[in-house]
């Protein structure tokens, strides 16, 4: 490790923060350099301990370089490894320095002890300095050649880092064929597994460009290696022995003969104390017999026992990781493990990571045989001091549930965690009730009798809300105080921070209102009317859809919102078969861990839509080709018809402080509504659409849910802003920007759909960049890679220095923009945000 910066060392007392101390060390080793006498050795190791010391602090000591190479002429190992990290470690960072350790390197490579000749050829190697690769090639030939097992031990990791520094000197000095040989035919198990790592990363790096290389890559899986290396798999050490498994999962053989002796070979390791080679073990046994059903079946049968053995003997870390690959055959055949349920049941002492994957082993294995035990030791958990495994155990008896077809006992469950006085069990509980009666309407009698004793006050969480709002909605006719239960929901809209379930109530108040409108009338025009008024723009959307809706036609909109309702037969997975395969093949990795194949967490273009970190300084650009643009003018289209088609009388009523550009029905809460007693039958026959009929009749639905639409008098047009008008040579830094968008507030947030010209154009992020600065919107950072790109721009007022704020975040997969602007003047965000807009709609046109 390269010694911090002088502003990053410790300034400690008891630690030298001077020259004085250095330069006292370096006099000492100077006159210690050539002395022989008696007891210098004990010297010379007290003197490089400090060095070592005060170089791992952060010390700079690299003037005592000369001095400590001329010291490290000696016998005494333990000076000559201390010399070698301090050498190893300043060589790094000042190749001047490197050369002058190549003479006693080099000699040291030819001593007669051979631990000294092995860590001066590792020290050698652990140089990396390009101009020094020719000094390397000597001593590796020597070393692959050595008498000493250690020796060619180190050789062989020494050729792999020769290859790093310099591809054409290794390659040109034939060390690849030197490693193979090594490999088929040394007597030391180590240096022949140090072979094979060195040859699987010098070929497989190679073999893109190299038709003899590709050919050696595919030789390592030939028969005659496989069994070279399956016959003396003994003798390797456990590293080693995944190192050979992990090959022989990838061999194919010929005859099913093969497959049958492999694993004859190999049934020994399945008893192995090592988990990571009975996992690879495991591996070579799932790859070989895929394609033979029937012995498949069986090689689940005999791995079963090894692998459950692990799970309860090793350490909390090592049991989950086996349990991770457990839950994976578990998911692949459930019917080969429901015998041994028992196994997966939660200990006390475990910790809740485990216990939580033991809880999805529980779900994965239950059927109609030990449906009943599993759910009785679930329930026990429900009591858990543990609250995250007292919710994980909530929703593993739901999704039993779901998968089973006799489901009496699992729902008397259910409805006594209802009856619990405890927050989260009722939340969890509700979220459960509300999924299983989707599934088995039939249980809506038990269901809501237990339900309606829930009062709406003690449920805080958003999802367990928004399922009992469904239910109430959905089960209003069943629910005698379901009108009103809403109404008070709806009473306190503004202090409901929850998205969803304000969605929820707009919909379930609707649906209440179909069933039992003079109960719910009143309710049904203050909920539409909080919803236009709403700041979250799906809110306004969906309130503004069912305001026009009933406008519309009534009974229109009862089939729409409220029809007959179907039982859902299979929920949606999480996960599809494609990627659960690709995981299978990724056995015994941090995929079946991670429970996600591994480019999802390897390559950059897989690990979410952006991971940028907060400093904009930290940006990178990325340049890939646009591959399978979609357009989205179709989708926009289709988007404006459904929502924008607004008739002349809302029109006329002026703009609202919504971006989107719609016109809120105008409502007053002082106004009277129509009287409760007005059926929905009065509703049809004033449906504005009906033929023959004054359009001015359209009001009547409005007075109906109490908007008062008549009496609300047209505000007179708002006087137009002159346009904005930007700086096309404004300036601004990159701290002054990250300051500002802190501290700014977000003015908009709005999604835009680019044409598809514009996708097309998009290969780069340079190209949007001087698109936009044509239009004096700079960028002061990019970043990203197809599809996902990420821009910071900036624009300023022509006649003042007022700041506006861009994020951009384009996917050009789904040709959708995401634009966040923070500005210095928020009356002027709309008008900048026009021209984004407008600049972002350009882009790509001739």
Sequence with gaps: ????????????????????????????????????????????????????????????????????????????????????????????????????????LQRDCKDEDPMIRGLALRSLCSLRVANLVEYLVGPLGSGLKDSNAYVRTVAVIGVLKLYHISVSTCVDADFPAMLKHLMLNDPDTQVVANCLSALQEIWSSEASTSEEASREKEALLSKPVIYYLLNRIKEFSEWAQCLVLELVAKYVPLESSEIFDIMNLLEDRLQHANGAVVLATTKVFLQLTLSMTDVHQQVYERIKAPLLTLVSSGSPEQSYAVLSHLHLL??????????????????????????????????????????????????????????????????????????????????????????????????????LVKDLLRKYPQWSHDCIAVVGNISSKNVQEPKAKAALIWMLGEYSQEMHNAPYILESLIENWDEEHSAEVRLHLLTAVLKCFFKRPPETQKALGAALASGLADFHQDVHDRALFYYRLLKHNVSTAERVVNPPKQAVSVFADTQSSEIKDRIFDEFNSLSVVYQKPSYMFTDKEHRGPFEFSDELGNLSIGVEPVDNVVSAQRVEANDKDLLLSISEKEESRGPTHNVSGYSAPFYDGTSASVAASQTQSDLIVTNPTAPGQNPHSSLAIDDLLGLSLTAAPAPSPTPSLPPLKLNSKAVLDPGT??????????????????????????????????????????????????????FFFFSQKSEESSNYLVECIINTASAKAQIKIKADDQSTSEAFLDLFQSALSKFGML
Excluded at 404 to 422: G, H, P, S
């Design 1 to 104: 490790m390269a010694p911090p910066p002088q502003s990053q060392r410790s300034s400690s007392p008891s630690q030298p923060s001077g020259k004085g101390e250095v330069s006292d060390l370096k006099s000492q080793l100077r006159q210690l350099a050539g002395s022989r006498a008696p007891g210098v050795d004990d010297s010379k190791r007290d003197l490089f301990k400090k060095v070592i010391s005060y170089m791992t602090i952060g010390i700079d000591v690299s003037s005592l370089f000369g001095e400590m190479v001329m010291c490290s002429v000696t016998s005494d190992i333990v000076l000559k490894k201390m010399c070698y990290l301090y050498v190893g470690n300043y060589a790094k960072v000042n190749p001047d320095m490197a050369l002058l350790t190549i003479n006693f």
């Design 330 to 431: 578990v998911m692949r055949a459930p019917f080969l493990f429901s015998s041994d349920y028992k196994h997966f049941y939660c200990q006390y002492n475990e910790p809740s990571y485990v216990k939580k994957l033991k809880l999805d082993m529980l779900t994965a294995v239950a059927n109609e045989s030990n449906t009943y035990e599993i759910v009785t030791e679930l329930c026990e958990y429900a009591a858990n001091v543990d609250i995250l495994i007292a919710r994980e155990s909530i929703r593993a008896v739901g999704k039993i549930a779901l998968q089973q077809y006799d489901v009496n006992a699992i729902v008397d469950r259910l409805l006594q965690f209802l009856e619990m006085e405890k927050d989260y069990v009722t939340a969890e509980a509700l979220v």
């Design 737 to 790: 920007f990250q300051q500002k968008w802190r501290q700014l507030p977000i003015s908009l947030l709005q999604d835009y759909f680019l044409s598809s010209q514009g996708v097309a154009a998009l290969t780069a992020p340079q190209a949007l960049l001087r698109h936009m600065q044509g239009h004096s919107i700079h960028c002061i950072a990019s970043g990203g890679q197809s599809p996902n790109f990420k």
